[in-house]
Nanobody, 116 residues
């Protein structure tokens, strides 16, 4: 199982920005993995925010298109989520996920709070 550690969460006012990072423990699996960011607000299900394939193709939830950017640095075993123009509805615990060979590993999450 690959260990994933998220960082970069915090509190910010609406319109502000945050950059989340997720570092993986396995370099060999990281470079071939599909990576993603997901979020879960209190009382709600966990939803996909953004994903990126091993080849760099990205996909975003409609609610974050044009505001969030996912990227990966295989040399650093790290996936990022740049979040701009944040809204109160973006408040949630953000989790990163790594998928290889049909198996998904999850981080423990980082809390993002956006105040109006």
């Amino acid at each position: 199982q690959v260990q994933l550690v998220e960082s970069g969460g915090g509190s910010v006012q609406a319109g502000g920005s945050l950059r989340l990072s997720c570092a993986a423990s396995s370099r060999s699996r990281f470079s071939i993995a599909g990576l993603g960011w997901y979020r879960q607000a209190p009382g709600k299900q966990r939803d996909m925010v953004a994903t990126i394939t091993s080849g760099g193709s990205t996909n975003y939830a409609d609610s974050v298109k044009g505001r969030f950017t996912i990227s990966r640095d295989n040399a650093k075993n790290t996936v990022y989520l740049q979040m701009d123009s944040l809204k109160p509805d973006d408040s949630a615990v953000y989790y990163c996920a790594l998928t290889t060979y049909g198996m998904t590993s999850w981080g423990k999450g980082t809390l993002v709070t956006v105040s109006s």
